[in-house]
């Protein structure tokens, strides 16, 4: 896990609250450093990042059109500068997005899926606005780790009175998803093996946990991420040259004199042709 510590300004006293001050700073410090790496040399021209304004995912992407979009199950915020000239909010559906097919080439979900209600429609929607070969890159809690069950553990002690309450979402489970969409998954990462303890003092002497987590049993992390390729078939040209008239060598045949037979009628002796 990143030793440098990112602040968390929003996010520690909303969604991730169950888990602490401490691991939401690791949190967002970790997916920062993966997100600055793996999305620096993506190419297009249009990106968006759903939900999640502390993580800037975007920040060291050069594409010309880059968003932030804020979800139904998200508080009202206010957009982090992406650029020095900054970009304006967007407030959508996340099951149904209002850009057309094919028209993006890069989406961030940054703990999206599961905060939303129907992920589901959320991730078919991802499928549908992106170009053939467009990314997606995903984030998410494992809920089969300690961040995980802390986190489930924490919203079942509470009255859900909002869909904000987290579904978290296995690894597996959504690689799956993905594959049936027609994405394929090209990077998986996984950090965060110490406990989520309320110091972050603490944490730190445990920090040998994540050197044995991500050497013995890298899937128990506390956080994943994935980035998946949207893969669409294509034709297949077949070479014209193989379309030609193919000439058969079996000489011709010489046809037959015969003559007009009727139901019950034989024909007459002069009309039948006797093999030489």
Request: with cysteine; proline share 7%.
């Amino acid at each position: 896990m990143e030793s440098q510590i990112i602040e968390s300004k929003r996010s520690g006293d909303t969604w991730l609250a169950d888990l602490g001050q401490p691991v939401a700073s690791r949190l967002l410090a970790w997916e920062q450093q993966q997100a600055d790496a793996l999305l620096a040399d993506v190419f297009g021209y249009h990106a968006v990042q759903l939900g999640w304004p502390d993580l800037q995912a975007l920040r060291s992407n050069r594409m010309p059109h880059r968003w932030l979009a804020q979800a139904e199950f998200e508080t009202c915020f206010t957009t982090p500068d992406l650029t020095a000239g900054g970009l304006p909010d967007l407030c959508l559906d996340s099951q149904a997005w209002p850009w057309p097919a094919d028209s993006l080439d890069l989406v961030v979900l940054p703990h999206a899926l599961e905060r939303s209600a129907d992920p589901h429609a959320c991730l078919r929607e991802v499928e549908r606005v992106l170009i053939p070969e467009g990314q997606v890159l995903i984030t998410g809690l494992n809920p089969w780790s300690w961040w995980g069950w802390q986190q489930a553990r924490g919203q079942q002690s509470k009255v859900r009175m909002d869909n904000t309450s987290a579904a978290l979402i296995g690894y597996r489970r959504l690689r799956d998803w993905l594959r049936l969409l027609g994405f394929e998954v090209q990077v998986s990462r996984f950090a965060g093996w110490t406990p989520a303890l309320g110091s972050e003092r603490w944490m730190q002497r445990l920090g040998w946990m994540d050197t044995l987590g991500g050497r013995w049993w890298p899937i128990l992390g506390g956080v994943y991420l994935l980035m998946a390729t949207k893969r669409v078939p294509a034709g297949r040209l077949i070479d014209g040259r193989r379309w030609r008239t193919v000439r058969s060598t079996a000489p011709a045949t010489v046809p037959a004199a015969r003559s007009e037979t009727f139901m019950g009628q034989q024909p007459d002796a002069k009309d039948i042709v006797e093999p030489r």
